[in-house]
């Protein structure tokens, strides 16, 4: 039997790097991706989805209607992404942030990441109309499984996916506010305040790599930006599986 502080959010002292480094990684590929869907996918965002309906708004204002069908793509796409993700992690439990069921759902993420790239790669990417609305939803459900896993973690201000909350507990942190029983749960700034701010350097380094790429990357039989996502996930992965099998070993 689970206790209630098994499935409670973890509290300054247990968030530790088992937790907040692969939410930091998440966030590193949530960065990434939205540069790249904007830039590449037609003005779309395919993790943050606040911004994405601003945009969806704001071509149907403009009554541009293949731009609306795009913005429409993403959001259908990561809404099953969340389905999908609330749908496995339903009954998981952990006391440490992760587990078998939360693993193998980030498997499901790393695995539509690796399917967008080998679709951006041997097909027409983007360029091509017919791609271009799978590439979206791919993406934008691999953002949504991810967002599932952020929460089920349970790390309050830390979203990986969308970050004015995150704003909202950076500040509400610093200036000393605990106006709550969950706002008394929060881990402090330091790991909001990370996630913040890698996921601003995973959408620099998308943007620098795809505005001046160096010569061995071009080489590279791949494309770099695409992959940038499913490398940083995967690193969360294997963080994962090792973190899991070394508490099996000491357990």
């Known amino acids: 039997m689970v206790s209630r502080s098994d499935d409670?959010?973890?509290?300054a002292q247990r968030v530790g790097i088992a937790i907040g480094l692969p939410l930091i990684l998440l966030s590193l590929a949530s960065g990434c991706m939205d540069i790249l869907s904007y830039r590449q996918l037609g003005e779309v965002f395919t993790s943050a989805?606040?911004?994405?309906?601003a945009l969806l708004g704001l071509e149907i204002g403009r009554g541009n209607l293949p731009a609306t069908s795009r913005n429409l793509a993403?959001?259908?796409?990561?809404?099953?992404?969340?389905?999908?993700?609330?749908?496995?992690?339903?009954?998981?439990?952990?006391?440490?942030?992760?587990s078998w069921?939360?693993?193998?759902?980030?498997?499901?993420?790393?695995?539509?990441?690796?399917?967008?790239?080998?679709?951006?790669?041997?097909?027409s990417g983007p360029s091509s109309d017919r791609l271009l609305y799978g590439l979206i939803t791919l993406s934008a459900m691999?953002?949504?499984?991810?967002?599932?896993?952020a929460h089920r973690i349970g790390v309050p201000g830390i979203t990986t996916t969308y970050f004015t909350g995150t704003l909202t507990s950076i500040a509400m942190g610093l200036l000393g506010h605990r106006p709550s029983q969950e706002a008394r749960a929060r881990p402090g700034v330091r790991w909001p305040m990370l996630a913040f701010l890698v996921y601003v350097v995973g959408a620099a380094l998308a943007g620098a790599l795809e505005t001046h790429p160096p010569a061995a990357l071009v080489a590279l039989p791949v494309p770099v930006v695409p992959l940038l996502p499913?490398?940083?996930?995967a690193a969360v992965l294997l963080f994962?599986?090792?973190?899991?099998?070394?508490?099996?070993d000491t357990a």
Request: aromatic content about 6%; proline content about 1%.
């Open 142 to 149: 691999a953002m949504g499984i991810q967002s599932t896993i």
């Open 240 to 248: 994962a599986l090792i973190h899991l099998l070394v508490r099996h």
């Open 49 to 53: 989805m606040t911004g994405n309906a």
């Open 74 to 98: 993403a959001l259908a796409g990561f809404l099953l992404g969340l389905a999908a993700g609330a749908a496995l992690l339903r009954h998981a439990r952990t006391r440490s942030g992760w």
């Open 101 to 123: 069921l939360i693993t193998s759902t980030l498997a499901l993420e790393e695995a539509l990441l690796v399917g967008f790239v080998v679709l951006w790669h041997h097909g």
């Open 8 to 11: 409670a959010a973890p509290s």
């Open 230 to 233: 499913a490398v940083a996930v």
